[in-house]
């Protein structure tokens, strides 16, 4: 059975032996208040529908949308998107639209 | 499996730069293009190292995706293969953090990975699930370039870095 957690990436801040990282400015940059100190490890995924990736937090604490339409997470502006239109479109598609547009049949 | 390759900048001391505003050579850590207008790559790990010697530094790196992707020779930074047998392919990704004709700008919208780390010590390391990495299709805007450099804010400190990705 597969599991939404398979498709988690791992981000590592390691501040151990440094300076740390103000407050301010890890939450400006979408990460849980106290990730500039010390040892930070978090869970990531990557939006199906645009490609940005979100930063989970240390108790998983940021909420991630699933997407039925792709069986993948999507992040808060593209769920409010989804929302919106109802349209399933993910990033694969953007790039297969570009590709097109792209290549002329005879290059097939 | 495409080929595996580690685009590597050193000690390089970004410059805070504006989305949307040329990045000026060797003040940001890198750009990746397509190598032709269908190639694509997948980005599988981006990885920063703090160098800065003596104050705090905290940096506010983005990976982003580039509304003005850069022309013209290619230059600064160091593109290998990560498997020593592997045959490249026919045309190589463009990469560096120089270039002669158009810079690359930051798009203002299209911001993939923000890692603010203090680069007075500091290490930030970023690794995509096989399957889930963000990619780079063609070597035209907005999908054909991204960049690892410097937002606004913060107060940047040398660092080095490297980015892995895969020729599709």
Redesign the interface.
């Known amino acids: 059975m597969k599991s939404v957690r398979e498709l988690e990436g791992y981000l590592m801040l390691d501040h151990r032996h440094g300076a740390p990282v103000p407050d301010e400015v890890v939450v400006h940059a979408g990460l849980p208040v106290g990730a500039g100190r010390g040892l930070f490890e978090s869970a990531t995924y990557t939006c199906k529908h645009c490609q940005r990736v979100i930063v989970l937090g240390m108790n998983r604490e940021k909420p991630a949308t699933f997407c039925r339409g792709c069986q993948h997470m999507i992040c808060d502006p593209c769920a409010a998107e989804k929302h919106r239109t109802g349209v399933c479109r993910t990033f694969d598609q953007v790039i297969e639209e570009a590709l097109a547009a792209t290549i002329s049949p005879k290059e097939f | 499996m495409g080929v595996r390759y580690s685009f590597s900048v050193t000690s390089v001391t970004p410059t805070a730069t504006a989305d949307t505003t040329n990045l000026v050579d060797s003040t940001y850590l890198g750009y990746l293009q397509g190598g032709s207008?269908?190639m694509?790559l997948n980005i599988a790990e981006v990885y920063m190292g703090?160098e800065a010697a003596s104050t705090?530094?905290?940096s506010?790196m983005v990976l982003a995706r580039d509304s003005t992707v850069m022309t013209g020779t290619a230059g600064g930074g160091r593109n290998a293969a990560l498997d020593g047998s592997s045959t490249a392919p026919g045309t190589l990704a463009t990469v560096g953090n120089t270039a002669a004709t158009t810079k690359p700008q930051r798009s203002s919208t299209?911001?993939?990975?923000?890692?603010?780390?203090?680069a007075?010590?500091?290490?930030?390391?970023?690794?995509?699930?096989p399957g889930?990495?963000?990619?780079v299709?063609?070597n035209s805007a907005s999908?054909g370039e991204v960049s690892l450099s410097a937002f606004t804010?913060?107060t940047t400190g040398q660092m080095s870095s490297h980015i892995l990705y895969e020729v599709v």
């Open positions: 207008s269908t694509r703090g705090s530094s905290p506010i299209l911001h993939l990975l923000h890692l603010s780390y203090n007075y010590g500091g290490i930030v390391r970023w690794v995509a699930r889930e990495e963000p990619s299709v063609g999908l804010g913060g």
